[in-house]
Nanobody, 126 residues
Framework: QVQVVESGGGLVQAGGSLRLSCTAS????????MGWFRQAPGKEREGVSC????????YYADSVKGRFTISRDNAKNTLYLQMNSLKPEDTAMYYC???????????????????WGQGTQVTVAS
Protein backbone atom coordinates (compact mmCIF):
# COMPACT_ATOMS: atom_id res chain seq x y z
CA GLN A 1 0.00 0.00 0.00
CA VAL A 2 0.97 3.62 -0.41
CA GLN A 3 2.60 5.16 2.65
CA VAL A 4 3.35 8.88 3.08
CA VAL A 5 5.20 9.92 6.25
CA GLU A 6 6.26 13.40 7.39
CA SER A 7 9.03 14.23 9.83
CA GLY A 8 11.05 17.20 11.04
CA GLY A 9 8.47 19.22 12.92
CA GLY A 10 9.07 20.65 16.35
CA LEU A 11 9.28 23.77 18.48
CA VAL A 12 11.28 26.73 17.18
CA GLN A 13 11.66 30.39 18.15
CA ALA A 14 10.28 33.12 15.92
CA GLY A 15 12.84 33.90 13.25
CA GLY A 16 14.25 30.39 13.30
CA SER A 17 14.22 27.61 10.73
CA LEU A 18 13.00 24.05 10.30
CA ARG A 19 13.30 21.54 7.47
CA LEU A 20 10.40 19.14 7.01
CA SER A 21 10.79 15.85 5.15
CA CYS A 22 8.23 13.52 3.59
CA THR A 23 9.04 10.00 2.46
CA ALA A 24 6.74 8.04 0.17
CA SER A 25 6.63 4.32 -0.52
CA UNK A 26 4.40 2.00 -2.50
CA UNK A 27 4.32 4.33 -5.50
CA UNK A 28 6.49 5.43 -8.40
CA UNK A 29 7.62 8.67 -6.84
CA UNK A 30 8.49 10.57 -10.02
CA UNK A 31 4.97 9.95 -11.38
CA UNK A 32 3.56 12.12 -8.59
CA UNK A 33 3.02 15.77 -7.99
CA MET A 34 3.68 16.51 -4.33
CA GLY A 35 2.44 19.19 -1.99
CA TRP A 36 2.66 20.60 1.52
CA PHE A 37 -0.50 21.71 3.32
CA ARG A 38 -1.07 23.00 6.83
CA GLN A 39 -3.94 23.37 9.26
CA ALA A 40 -4.05 25.37 12.47
CA PRO A 41 -6.65 24.68 15.17
CA GLY A 42 -10.01 26.15 14.23
CA LYS A 43 -8.86 27.07 10.73
CA GLU A 44 -9.27 25.55 7.28
CA ARG A 45 -6.53 23.51 5.66
CA GLU A 46 -4.29 25.71 3.52
CA GLY A 47 -2.05 24.90 0.57
CA VAL A 48 1.53 25.89 1.39
CA SER A 49 3.47 24.78 -1.69
CA CYS A 50 3.35 22.25 -4.52
CA UNK A 51 5.99 20.83 -6.86
CA UNK A 52 5.98 18.89 -10.14
CA UNK A 53 7.36 15.41 -10.65
CA UNK A 54 10.58 16.95 -12.00
CA UNK A 55 11.18 19.37 -9.13
CA UNK A 56 9.64 22.60 -10.42
CA UNK A 57 7.66 24.55 -7.79
CA UNK A 58 4.20 25.44 -9.06
CA TYR A 59 2.73 27.27 -6.08
CA TYR A 60 3.61 29.10 -2.88
CA ALA A 61 1.06 30.64 -0.60
CA ASP A 62 1.50 34.41 -0.44
CA SER A 63 2.12 34.15 3.29
CA VAL A 64 5.24 31.99 2.81
CA LYS A 65 6.80 33.40 -0.37
CA GLY A 66 10.42 34.31 0.18
CA ARG A 67 10.62 32.29 3.39
CA PHE A 68 9.77 28.68 2.44
CA THR A 69 11.34 26.53 -0.29
CA ILE A 70 9.91 23.25 -1.59
CA SER A 71 12.18 20.64 -3.17
CA ARG A 72 12.33 16.92 -3.83
CA ASP A 73 14.88 14.16 -4.33
CA ASN A 74 13.34 11.52 -6.57
CA ALA A 75 16.22 9.11 -6.01
CA LYS A 76 15.35 9.11 -2.30
CA ASN A 77 11.53 9.24 -2.70
CA THR A 78 11.64 12.31 -0.47
CA LEU A 79 9.95 15.72 -0.46
CA TYR A 80 11.30 18.65 1.58
CA LEU A 81 10.07 21.98 2.88
CA GLN A 82 12.76 24.38 4.08
CA MET A 83 11.12 26.94 6.36
CA ASN A 84 13.09 30.06 7.27
CA SER A 85 12.21 33.23 9.18
CA LEU A 86 9.40 31.41 10.92
CA LYS A 87 6.54 33.38 12.43
CA PRO A 88 4.04 32.43 15.15
CA GLU A 89 1.31 32.36 12.49
CA ASP A 90 3.16 29.46 10.81
CA THR A 91 2.19 27.27 13.77
CA ALA A 92 0.14 24.38 12.38
CA MET A 93 0.04 20.71 11.61
CA TYR A 94 1.89 20.27 8.31
CA TYR A 95 0.79 17.54 5.90
CA CYS A 96 2.47 16.00 2.88
CA UNK A 97 0.27 14.90 -0.03
CA UNK A 98 0.78 13.06 -3.33
CA UNK A 99 -1.19 12.65 -6.54
CA UNK A 100 -0.44 11.36 -10.04
CA UNK A 101 0.90 14.28 -12.04
CA UNK A 102 -1.51 13.81 -14.95
CA UNK A 103 -4.42 14.01 -12.52
CA UNK A 104 -3.46 17.06 -10.47
CA UNK A 105 -1.60 19.05 -13.17
CA UNK A 106 -0.42 22.46 -11.87
CA UNK A 107 -2.99 22.91 -9.11
CA UNK A 108 -2.28 23.02 -5.39
CA UNK A 109 -5.69 22.24 -3.95
CA UNK A 110 -5.98 19.70 -1.18
CA UNK A 111 -9.10 18.19 -2.71
CA UNK A 112 -7.05 17.16 -5.78
CA UNK A 113 -4.63 14.99 -3.79
CA UNK A 114 -5.40 11.39 -2.98
CA UNK A 115 -2.57 10.30 -0.67
CA TRP A 116 -1.83 12.02 2.63
CA GLY A 117 0.57 11.65 5.50
CA GLN A 118 -0.37 11.80 9.17
CA GLY A 119 1.11 15.26 9.70
CA THR A 120 3.98 16.75 11.68
CA GLN A 121 3.46 19.56 14.19
CA VAL A 122 5.30 22.86 13.80
CA THR A 123 5.10 25.28 16.72
CA VAL A 124 6.71 28.73 16.52
CA ALA A 125 7.13 30.50 19.84
CA SER A 126 5.99 34.12 19.98
Amino acid sequence: QVQVVESGGGLVQAGGSLRLSCTASGLTFDDYTMGWFRQAPGKEREGVSCITWSGEPTYYADSVKGRFTISRDNAKNTLYLQMNSLKPEDTAMYYCAAELTWVVADTCRGSDFGYWGQGTQVTVAS
